[in-house]
Nanobody, 114 residues
Framework: QVQLVESGGGLVQAGGSLRLSCAAS????????MGWYRQAPGKQRELVAT???????NYAESVKDRFSISRDNAKNTVYLQMNSLKAEDTGVYYC????????WGKGTLVTVSS
């Protein structure tokens, strides 16, 4: 089992920045993919940014050039630096990891006021 704990959400004005963190713990052998998804009110969960199993990064078109994903392998932690936030970035941000199955964190709320 892998546990994922997110932190760093909150309320920010449009144009501001936030940094999310996700720490993985538990029985970790090799996490093949790890990253962030989000779910806005009334919408489906969508990919934001992730490290793929090949080690490359994948971003949603809507966040390219504004968000940056990074990781600390020694700490089994991924980060999401979010700059130039927009009202449409509001939602619950979920950490995701894949190690033989999908694991999800409980989510952290990001609210961007316009």
């Amino acid at each position: 089992q892998v546990q994922l704990v997110e932190s760093g959400g909150g309320l920010v004005q449009a144009g501001g920045s936030l940094r999310l963190s996700c720490a993985a713990s538990g029985t970790i052998f090799r996490i093949n993919a790890m990253g962030w998804y989000r779910q806005a009110p009334g919408k489906q969960r969508e990919l934001v940014a992730t490290f793929t199993s090949g080690g490359t990064t994948n971003y949603a078109e809507s966040v390219k050039d504004r968000f940056s994903i990074s990781r600390d392998n020694a700490k089994n932690t991924v980060y999401l630096q979010m700059n130039s936030l927009k009202a449409e970035d509001t939602g619950v941000y979920y950490c995701h990891a894949y190690q033989w199955t999908d694991y999800w964190g409980k989510g952290t709320l990001v609210t961007v006021s316009s």
